[in-house]
């Protein structure tokens, strides 16, 4: 990288350096498919071992500074103690996820169920996810429902619509003046014929019906194949109701898999759209989620690998040259401005990434720190009793 100019350099270190990437808590314990959950050794066994390994994350890569939560799996009786361990070992509690899918009342959809009762009880979930919010000092209620039909008349579509507007508006009003909604969407899956919230349009109407704390959050795996999801991005950051994103990558549907394992091309774009609205940094509110689940790989070196992923694209987003790139745009020379992009998207960013570490007193490689740092031996005893976490749990 001794090519780029001091003042790129500088440029691109001080907006990698602001770039803060919130880990999931479900990364970190035992996951699978409907076919087979492998389990592996050293898996935590509640919220606390899991804040634990989240904080190694943190520590080899100094971008990772806070971790999702997700209620009920990480239910805990003080959530204050364990926003005060958190902290102990160096990270915050970041996102609240609800979960409305896993009881068997919503068989048939939780806040578009028919039955009031049902709803009644999904609504009061949700409630209780801002309690938690309120104790853990999280400032965003993450939201995605599995709600919607499999068969055609299986129910009113239009009535689903208005019981998930109602809910929603009962949940947005509970927040505090700093805290966010943020509404997700899913294509299909668990349901397949109808999903109630299946695209960023749905998303986005609703939540901009409901105010301005209410926001939509791309999670990358939830769009049909093919799907320009950097347009997505670009509108809704025009918009002002990007609220963030959850990161994974997929090859057919919602796979989970580490982002940039599968497209980092895409990535690459969708970090664009970031980069040229400048909001890399924390001040724009936008959240860099990871979603995923690491079932055949070892976890805590697939999530590093994930933040290592999304900060290598973003620093070709930033190698891009506006400047080059506005006046092709405006000349009409379409084979220029793509080479402009291709151009920073092929520049091997790595060692400038290596230094920007050294920098800040970490380990180049991130990941040869972690597996040298014998963490993983003292987990894998010290966890051996008891039982791991995992999707239920
Ligand atoms: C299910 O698709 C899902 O992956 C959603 O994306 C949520 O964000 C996540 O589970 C946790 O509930
Ligand atoms: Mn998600």
Redesign the pocket.
């Known amino acids: 990288m001794t090519d780029l100019a001091a003042s790129t350099r500088e440029r691109v270190t001080r907006a990698l350096r602001e770039q803060r990437i919130e880990t ?1 808590s ?1 990364a970190y314990g035992n996951s699978g498919t409907r076919f087979k959950v492998f389990p592996q050794e050293g898996v935590p066994r509640d919220p606390y071992e899991k804040i634990a390994d989240a904080a190694m994350v943190h520590r080899f890569t100094g971008a990772a500074p806070t971790v999702s939560l ?1 209620i009920p799996w990480d239910r805990v009786d003080d959530y204050a103690d364990l926003a005060a361990y958190a902290a102990q070992q160096g990270v915050a509690l970041g996102a609240i ?1 609800a ?1 409305v ?1 896993q009881d068997n009342d919503y068989r048939l959809g939780s806040v578009t169920n028919p039955d009031p009762g049902v709803r009644r009880k999904a609504i009061g979930h949700l409630l209780e996810c801002v309690d938690i919010m309120d104790r853990t000092g999280s400032r965003d209620l ?1 939201l ?1 429902f ?1 709600d919607g039909l499999n068969y055609p008349g299986q129910d009113n579509i239009r009535d689903r619509q208005d019981r998930l507007a109602e809910a929603l508006r009962e949940t947005y009003d509970r927040l505090g003046p700093d805290q966010r909604m943020l509404l ?1 969407y ?1 294509l299909f ?1 668990p349901a397949f014929y109808v999903t109630d919230v299946p695209d960023w349009g749905t998303a986005y109407a609703h939540c901009l019906s409901l105010g301005e704390r209410a926001q939509v959050v791309i ?1 990358t ?2 769009h049909a194949p093919g799907t320009n999801i950097e347009f997505i991005v670009a509108f809704l950051l025009r918009a002002g109701k990007l609220g963030g994103f ?1 990161f994974n990558s997929r090859f057919y549907a ?1 796979d ?1 898999l580490m982002v940039g394992a599968a497209d980092p091309f895409q990535l690459f774009r969708i970090m664009f759209e970031i980069v040229q609205a400048d909001a890399v940094g924390p001040a724009s509110g936008i959240a860099f989620m990871l ?1 995923q689940c690491h079932n055949i790989e070892p976890k805590i070196p697939a999530v590093i690998r994930s933040v290592l992923n999304v900060q290598e694209a973003t620093a070709k987003a930033l190698l891009v040259d506006t400047a080059a790139l506005a006046s092709a745009q405006a000349a009409g020379d379409v084979l220029g401005a793509n080479a402009v992009l291709m151009d920073a998207y092929h520049t091997d960013v790595r060692p400038l990434l290596r230094d920007l570490r050294a920098d800040q007193g970490l380990d180049p490689d991130p990941v040869a720190a972690y597996q040298r740092s014998g963490y993983f031996e003292r987990i894998r005893t010290e966890r051996a009793g008891g039982d791991a976490a995992g999707w239920g749990a």
Request: hydrophobic share 20%; aromatic share 16%.
């Open positions: 999931a479900w997700h996820n979960n899918f993450k995605w599995s997700e899913k899956e999670d795996g939830h959850d919602d989970d979603d």
